[in-house]
C-alpha cells in the first residue's frame, strides 16, 4: 500500500503543472490570434487609402496631360524677352559745397553751391556692347543751373578679342566723350578728388567723336579723333581735335603716361570757345577782330605711385595757342606742373597737398580762382600763377566723403601787377 501512496501524489502534481501549462498556452495563443487580427486589418485599411491616393495621382496625371496638350495646341511661341537681357543701371554723384574768397575771388559772397552733380545711366543693350550717359544737372565751372550734357556713348567692348585677336586690345566708344588727356581728368570728380579744389592746369573737356582705348600686358593707350569746338550741335570747321595718352605701368604700383592733343582749327565767330579747359577758363581767341581762326596744342607727361594707404602724383606739361591774326603775332607758350601727396592717417581720416604752377610766356586770360569776368572776360592777361592748397578728408564711407582744404593764389598779370587769393573751401562728396 505504501508504494501506491507515495506514486499517487506525484501524479497529481504533474498533472496539475501540466494543466496549468495548457492553459496558459491557450491564452497566450488566443491573445496572439487577437494581436494579427488586428495587424491585418490595419494593413487592409492601409491598403484601401494607397489604392485611393493612387488613382486621384491617375486622374491627376490624365488632367495636366489634357491641360498640356490643349496649350500646346491653342498657344503662339513667347517673344523673346528684350528687357529682362538687359543689365540697366543708375548711379549718381554729387558735390554739396561752401566757398569762401577774398574779394578779388570767384566766391567773395562765402557761398552754398551745388557741384558737379551727375547723373549716370549705364545699360548693356547687346553682347558686347553697351550704352553709358551722363546728365550734368550742376557742374563747378558752369556759371548757370541749365542741364548739360556729360559723357553720352555707345561703347564695344573687346572688338580685338571677338576677332580671334588679343584680348581687350581695341574697345571703341563713339558719341560724347571725356578728351585722353593726362590723368588729372580722372580723378577730378567729387569722390575721386581728394581735395575740393584743382590744380591749376586741370587740363580736360567732353567732346562728340570717337575714342579707341585698349591694353596690352603693362601698358595701355587712348586714342580720340573729336570736334574740338564747343557747340554740341554742330561743328563749324572740318579740322578734327586729335587726343592721344600712352600709359605704362613698370611695377603694380607705378605708373606712367604721356599725352599730346590739338584742339584742331576753331572757327572764332561760331565756336569761340574750345571744348578744352586750362587754368579755369576754355582755350579762346585773343587776336583782334580780323582774326577768324584760332588752335591749341597740348603735351602732358604723368606718374603716379600708390601705397596702401596714400600716393604720389606729378605731372608736367606745355602747351601753345596760335591764331591767324594778320595785325600781330598771338602765339603763346604755357608751361606747367603740378605735385599732389595724399596719406591717411587712419582708416577714416587722411591729409592732402597739393602745389601747382602755370605760366605763360606773353600772358593768357586765366581765371584761376579769381573773378572769372575780371581775368578771363576782360583784356587782362597773367603770366604766371602759382596754387597752394592743404587739406584734409574723413572717409564716412564708400559713397560718403567730408573734406576741406585752404588754397593760397599768388600770380602776376602782364602789367607787372599782383594778382592774389585765397580760399576756404568745404564739401560733402555724396555717390549714389
Known sequence: MVPFRLFFPVSVRRVGVLAAALIGFHCAASAADDRLQALLEQNKI???????????????????????????????????????????????????????AGD????????????????????????????????????????????HLGEFYVEFENISGALGGPERLVNIRFGRVDIPFGEEYQHRDPLAN?????????????????????ESGRADYAFAVLNG???TTRDFNADKS?????????????HFSASVMRTGELKSASEPLSEVWIGNNLFRNIGSALSTKHEAELAEIDGRYTWSTGHFWAAGGRARYRDNDPLADNTRRFTY????????????????????????DQGYPLAGIGNFGKYFMTGLQTRELQRLSLGGGYRYGPSLVLKADYTLEDGELTTGADRNNRMISAQAAIGF
Open 46 to 100: 492601409m491598403r484601401a487609402q494607397l489604392d485611393a491616393q493612387q488613382r486621384q495621382l491617375d486622374e491627376l496625371r490624365a488632367q495636366m496631360a489634357i491641360v498640356r496638350e490643349s496649350a500646346s495646341v491653342r498657344e503662339e511661341p513667347a517673344p523673346a524677352p528684350v528687357a529682362s537681357d538687359r543689365r540697366i543701371a543708375i548711379s549718381g554723384e554729387v558735390g554739396i559745397g561752401f566757398f569762401s
Open 104 to 147: 578779388d575771388g570767384q566766391y567773395r559772397n562765402d557761398e552754398f553751391r551745388v557741384d558737379d552733380a551727375t547723373l549716370r545711366i549705364e545699360a548693356q543693350i547687346a553682347a558686347g556692347a553697351y550704352f553709358s550717359g551722363e546728365l550734368q544737372l550742376s557742374k563747378h565751372e558752369s556759371p548757370d543751373e541749365t542741364f
Open 194 to 214: 581728394p581735395l575740393v579744389t584743382h590744380s591749376l592746369s586741370d587740363v580736360w573737356g567732353t567732346d562728340e567723336g570717337i575714342e579707341l582705348y585698349g
Open 229 to 231: 569746338g564747343s557747340k
Open 242 to 254: 586729335i587726343a592721344l595718352r600712352v600709359g605704362f605701368s613698370p611695377a603694380p604700383r607705378l
Open 337 to 360: 606742373y603740378q605735385v599732389e601727396g595724399v596719406q591717411s592717417f587712419t582708416r577714416k581720416f587722411y591729409g592732402a597737398l597739393r602745389f601747382s604752377s602755370l605760366r605763360v
